[in-house]
């Protein structure tokens, strides 16, 4: 293609060839009419003789034109001159990223500058449903005011099918590729090198590949050839950012490796959650360290008593650690969820750290024997390993609960920060005086985080004996209450259970209304018990009182959708997700009513986070049973049908009477579309006690069901 300077395209005049690709001329020009300058791109003529592309390409134009975002250059119009179709836009004066950055790397205050605006960019385009497909610095450009645009955004949804040589000379499988200049091959995502289309998941690894480039100045991908290159895109591991540039943030390599994820589902959800993240380490860069940017991860205890019986004990004085710091404002504690996963992994502090995003670990060991404990614990800084505070404990078990304060209390003296009257007397509040109650109830905990019948059963028992030594415990008596809460929405959906969790509830909030748990405790059952107004009030109450306790906004969330309340229960599963950013259950709860709401890219992203996080969960832990069947549903519903149904069958073969189970692989097979095995399995589980009809009634994944005469039967039966 090549277009007449002198000519000109309506009131267009053109001046200067600015650049030349296989798809387009880009000129600038006169408006004469408006009497400003312009960037005209001029389209092949094949457009015309192709209504498809040229419709597909109208609608992108006209979706660009509408985002008007600072970062994105602007769309004035679409044109036709002479039979000749372009399209007029900004001008923008000044350089492609790929001159601005140096052979070393961006300075990082330079470099946060220019990745959050184009994370930023790209995540408003993705929530219009635009793909670019063709992200490298090429295409992006930083004007003489400082200001990055995206070019081209949209335009790179025109695709041609083409066939690339081997050095042999023979071709491969035809892949759909878009039609670039030489240099964009290093930006392709592994799906796009092994012949799919680019997706918003794809634009998130040319991100990485684009932010890698500006930190190091290098690109993480080479090859002396396109197929060494895909090969190194496909298989290779790229140097951490930090060994490139040792001057960038150490959680910045975190944040980058997390986009070049191989995998679809591992790799960081959106371009949103890029920024947010580019967003909250430049914050955190820019604050003086000291109390506002003080943040811990506290790891389960090791158990070094010969019996190796207590691992129980020895997680629960590490969650009651967590507890106490969790209620410090100025402190940022990663949630239990999250820190425990790393129980056992073969990791060093400064990975775990980084993979948790804290500056600070807190671990110890724990040898407890007869009337004696002997605890060990040490605080190190993840950024160099360096030991911050470090002491041993050799006391009566009676001690436990000041030792408990102790450490507290040198952690917080250890990290500078300060606490309130308040805040000092909540991590020094004591539940119960008697340690043998204590000790029953952490062994209930431990069985009622198993989320399974039996495991239930055995932390009533222990809840129960907790109260028998302390008639006054009130978490004993929200453990209790929560047991049968559980079993009546999964197992037994009896009266008896429902009055039972009412009445343990009730107690538990006489003995300490101050205590989000018991407050959570209340709320559950008086849902159950159709008080929801109640309910709401006890829930709002219980946020309050603890704004970083995960179950009441998770079972808030639970209680709006069986009222239909969907966007409140959006809105709380979020929330949720906020406080322990490691939890699969409510991104994969959420991504449900998104998809009966039809909002279905919003629904995607849910799901892909909530699998990346189960499928974390399985590799530490591979009998996980509810991160199986959680994340198989999610699988499903993102079309992984083959690997969702199998981690179904694994989570059968670990629980095979498991009521709540067999529920959740019923959904699983009804999406997959395997109605007779889903109704199989639902009435399995209707007779291993599953009766929580509101549920059914309003549970979307059971929708291919509801028409067959055996659902309708099943249904009745919960009557």
Known sequence: MSIDPSCALLHYRLIERMAVGGMSEVWRALDTTLDREVAIKILPATFETDPQRLAMFEREARILAALNHPNIVTIYSLETAGGQRFITMELVRGRTLEKVIPSAGLPHALFFELAIPLADAV??????????????????????????????????????????????????????????????????????????????????????????????????????????????ILRDTPLPVNNLNPDLPRHLDRIIHRCLEKVPSRRLA????????????????????????????????????????????????????????SKIEDLRVASRTSSFKFNGANMDSREIGDRLGVSTLLAGTVRKSGSRVRISVELDAVADGYRLWSEHYDRELRDIFAIQDEIAQRVVDALEVTLSPSQRRAIKRVATANVQAYDYYLRGRKFFNQYRRRGIEFALQMFSRAIELDPAYALAYAGIADCHSF?????????????????????????????????????????????????????????????????????????CFIRGEFDKAIRLYNRASEINPDDYQAPLLVAQIYADLGREEEAREARQRGVRIAAGRLDLNPDDVRALYMGANGLVALGEHATGLAWARRAVQLEPDEAMLLYNVACIQALAGEVDAAIGTLTKAIDAGFAHKPWMEKDSNLDPLRQDRRFQELLARLN
């Open 270 to 325: 959106t371009a949103a959650a890029l920024r947010d993240e580019l967003e909250a380490l430049q914050k955190d860069l820019r604050l003086p360290f000291g109390p506002s940017n003080a943040s811990i991860a506290v790891l389960p205890f090791t158990d070094l008593s010969p019996e190796k019986d207590q691992e129980y004990f020895c997680d629960g004085i590490a969650a009651e650690i967590v507890d106490a710091l």
């Open 487 to 559: 079993l009546y929405m999964n197992n037994d959906r009896t009266e008896a259970n429902r009055e039972a969790a009412d009445a343990a509830s009730t107690k538990a909030l006489a003995l300490d209304t101050d205590l989000a748990e018991t407050q959570t405790a209340r709320a559950v059952a008086l849902s159950l018990g159709g008080r929801h107004a109640a309910a709401e009030a006890a829930f709002e109450t219980a946020m309050q009182q603890n704004p970083k306790l995960f179950d009441a906004p998770y079972f808030y969330a639970r209680d």
């Open 123 to 232: 995540s408003k385009a993705h929530e219009r449903g635009l793909t670019h497909g063709d992200l490298k610095p090429a295409n992006v450009v930083v004007s003489d005011e400082g200001l990055l645009k995206i070019l081209d955004f949209g335009l790179a949804g025109i695709r041609k099918r083409a066939e690339i040589p081997e050095p042999d000379g023979e071709a491969t499988e035809p892949m759909v590729l878009v039609q670039r200049i030489a240099g964009t091959m290093p930006y392709l995502s592994p799906e796009q090198v092994q012949g799919q289309a680019a997706d918003q998941n794809s634009d998130v690894f040319s991100l990485g590949v684009v932010l890698y480039e500006m930190a190091t100045g290098r690109r993480p991908f080479t090859g002396k050839s396109t197929t060494e290159l895909f090969a190194s």
